[in-house]
């Protein structure tokens, strides 16, 4: 594909992306594909000579559309938001056109230092501690997931607790991990990776809000001392995943403190909350923290992956993940005088990640970002009303910033009825989880296009499928 | 940004693309960007207010662009190819524009379904033994790089030597891991970070030509078993990083299997050779292999991230990284009937990359990808003729594909002061190794445009930095 073949299908493709964002109110949010549904469309074996990229467009719109559960539908509730925007995708597809490693500095120095620099811009932006500000001991960088950067603070946390025995001979001692039952999947998925086991981490009590409990950690602690074990690794997160909850991250950084335990804050979800000053409470205590993350990719307008991960020793991660084989040194490297971000994360290619981040924050501004996050949490706050309103319906537990969590009170079947009712209408796509055993419907407002007649109409197609299955 | 200024930009950043593959000869190769250099044009703090994406586009051509090394450039020899095309940009694009999740098969059926077929057809395309189809008890899945493949498998190895108990109560006692001394840095990265220690990895004696000596590794391997060692991992190597060496997998396979030993075979940059007929002896014995990985995103015109990682029993790897929080569950998923990547790998979201090599393939044909990959290896052969008719040059091991290296025979300073003389002159960008420790010349042949002119005038390049060199 020449240049000039290039700029004529990038026109058709960059068309058929304002189309989709022009029609996608009338698809059905969560794809109705049965499963092999896809795959029994697509020929059993590839082409053996080239096609015309006119067929690959055709293929697109037949095939794989009816496959897509449209996560950037304004319709869109589940899960989480995993946002994104023209800004975002224009600079995924400059990344794409410019196709650099990132792995060392020399192998593309704006690559780094975009990184560097747009990493240290979102400290201003979230007030975040300046501990965290490459001028410091520590830094940032764009990890893939808050998943890989828990990763990465436990195994810097775990070599910084054996002093890097661990690194050297393998992990020779129960070494702990704490969280609160409310914590993400990867903690644990974490905890198993590193080696220390998933029967080394304490999931610990959480209060009647879902957060930690910061006395039964305490407790856990101590226990684990007393019995000759070795804690090395707290998170704490800041909007779980389950239900929104913000862990008393300051109470728990005091404890982390006085054991001399690695502090980890995973704020993947509502760090970016803190945009606005009157949200910043959710960042109360994080100069307490050894790390952090926050993802510009969940509700930040950039398209996935961007997870901005925070260390206060930059050091210890790094020895932690340093490789330097003779065919990447180079004099730039062997000055000292640059940071070689393959040393801050598992993989060691990395893409051009920081160009859509900057893209994101040069076309908003802060103020827009600010808008946009003021705007979700309102709409969060008009739903949770009418929910209150309702009396088949309940709040499980109080909206702090944009996911409701509730349930009819006719019990867990019909909520679960309701679910799949409103969910196969292809109307709106909404996910549930379990809290205190209780099936928990969750609405997270976070599209970027999602305006107050969405979720007026999520309401009402909730409603009404309530009356049809109480109808049944 | 609304569709029609989606669509607006959109163009332009399409143009800026395409302009940028039309003048990529005319910028020095590697950046000549000094450490900071970048940093210090852009503005301390971030905009309050968005900004013109014109301002956007001007500061990527005057602040970003020289600080670019240019990976796409033909004229770009270093460390490995990372090539890209128009349709793998595209493709990305795409991506980034549906900005769906495929963490479960509900989340977008397609992007599960498009992985899960299109590395069936990498299975054809490569001539892959059949226990690593969709249909057999194996599978494939895409990974962000080799690096993360290799920690995969040996995770999904550590597991199986000691029946999922690691996974509970940490690693207890030592295992140890194989891989040549030629092997990838990221085999010793994924050996600490499994929690095996650096101490385990087992750097196992070469042959002349680089290739791991079968014999000394049953003979490591019997040491080790005599000491009350547990061996659990090979990797077996299909061109190295260093000098392109291909490891003996067949009977590094047999004693994998003798011992009852997880063989992982990392082919990230030689698998693809096997698209054409006469290179398939790459692929000798790979049928013995657990697991393997060859990279797309290396050779095969399909811009990084794309690891095509495959395993010949998927339960024993998804049982090591599987997760299932409440908030995930779902009617497909307990069905069983479909596939959730998110237990195939580290993170637990993911892009949908599949879409950038179904497009890669449709475009190329295989018979297409075939005429590029012939085309490199033709070229790497006369680069190779001319410097062995060269009396002041070596080639230091045989050429087997697209990697030369050598070396000048006035020694180590002089390779090296020819190597800066011609990276610092722009007009190309060659990396060195050492190997036998010798400082090695690397000329890797591999970006999906370089032809004939710029190998011959690469060749003239150092031969008159050579000159200048010994005149100075």
Redesign the interface.
């Known amino acids: 594909?020449?240049?000039?073949?290039?700029?004529r299908?990038?026109?058709e493709?960059?068309?058929?992306?304002?189309?989709?964002?022009?029609r996608i109110e009338t698809l059905p949010v969560?794809?109705r594909?049965q499963?092999?549904?896809?795959?029994a469309k697509?020929p059993l074996?590839?082409?053996?000579?080239?096609?015309s990229?006119d067929?690959?467009l055709r293929d697109?719109d037949e095939?794989?559309?009816?496959?897509?559960?449209?996560?950037?539908s304004p319709n869109f509730f589940a899960?989480w938001p995993?946002?994104?925007?023209?800004?975002?995708?224009?600079g995924?597809?400059?990344s794409?056109?410019?196709?650099?490693?990132g792995m060392s500095?020399?192998?593309?120095?704006?690559?780094t230092?975009?990184e560097?620099?747009v990493l240290d811009?979102m400290l201003?932006?979230l007030e975040l501690p300046e501990r965290f500000r490459s001028s410091s001991a520590g830094g940032g960088v764009i990890q893939?997931?808050a998943?890989?950067a828990t990763?990465c603070a436990l195994?810097a946390a775990?070599e910084r607790a054996t002093d890097f025995v661990?690194?050297?001979?393998?992990?020779n001692r129960?070494?702990i991990a704490y969280g609160s039952n409310q914590a993400?999947?990867?903690v644990?998925?974490a905890v198993?990776?590193?080696?220390?086991?998933?029967?080394?981490l304490r999931l610990v009590d959480v209060d009647g809000q879902y957060a930690m409990d910061a006395s039964a950690l305490e407790s856990a602690i101590e226990a684990d001392l007393s019995a000759g074990l070795t804690p090395c690794f707290i998170t704490a997160t800041v909007g779980t995943?389950?239900s929104g909850a913000i862990d008393p991250v300051r109470a728990i950084g005091e404890i982390a403190q006085r054991y001399n335990i690695w502090l980890h804050v995973d704020a993947a979800m509502s760090g970016t909350a803190a945009l606005c000053p009157e949200f910043r409470f959710v960042h109360d205590g994080v100069e307490l923290a050894d790390s952090y993350c926050v993802n510009p990719?969940k509700w930040m307008f950039t398209?996935?992956?961007c997870d901005c991960f925070y260390v206060a020793d930059r050091a210890t991660l790094v020895r932690?993940?340093s490789?330097?084989?003779?065919?990447?040194?180079?004099?730039?490297t062997d000055?000292g005088?640059?940071i070689d971000y393959r040393d801050w994360h598992?993989?060691?290619?990395r893409?051009f990640r920081a160009?859509k981040l900057?893209?994101v924050?040069?076309?908003?501004?802060?103020?827009?970002l600010r808008h946009h996050v003021r705007r979700h949490v309102e709409l969060a706050g008009l739903f949770q009303g009418w929910v209150e309103a309702d009396p088949d319906f309940e709040v499980i537990t109080p909206v702090t910033l944009n996911l409701v969590c509730f349930r009819h009170r006719g019990g867990d079947a019909t909520s679960q009825a309701i679910m799949?009712r409103v969910n196969d209408s292809g109307r709106l796509f909404l996910?549930?989880?379990?809290l205190d055993d209780r099936f928990v419907l969750?609405l997270a407002i976070g599209q970027t296009h999602t305006e107050q007649r969405h979720v007026e109409a999520a309401w009402d197609a909730i409603r009404a499928a309530a009356a049809d299955v109480a109808g049944e």
Chains 1, 2 share one sequence.
């Open positions: 594909m020449d240049p000039d073949a290039f700029r299908y990038g026109r493709v960059v068309d058929w992306i304002a189309d989709y964002f022009e969560r794809s594909a499963p092999g549904e896809i795959r697509l074996k590839p082409p053996e000579t080239g096609e990229f067929a690959v697109l095939i794989i559309l009816p496959g897509i559960t449209h996560w950037q899960y995993a946002n994104s925007s023209g800004p975002a995708v224009l995924e597809l400059l794409a056109g410019l196709a650099v490693q500095w020399q192998t593309s120095p704006a690559c230092e975009l560097t620099h811009w201003d932006m893939d997931t998943s890989s990763l195994l775990r661990t690194d050297r001979e393998g992990c129960p070494l993400h999947s990867s644990e998925k198993r990776i590193a080696g220390l086991g998933s029967e080394r995943t389950s990719h398209n996935f992956d932690t993940l490789v330097l084989p003779e065919y990447l040194r180079n004099r730039a000055s005088a640059v598992i993989p060691l290619g893409r160009l900057w893209l924050i040069r076309h908003y501004g802060v103020e827009g799949e996910t549930h989880t379990r969750r």
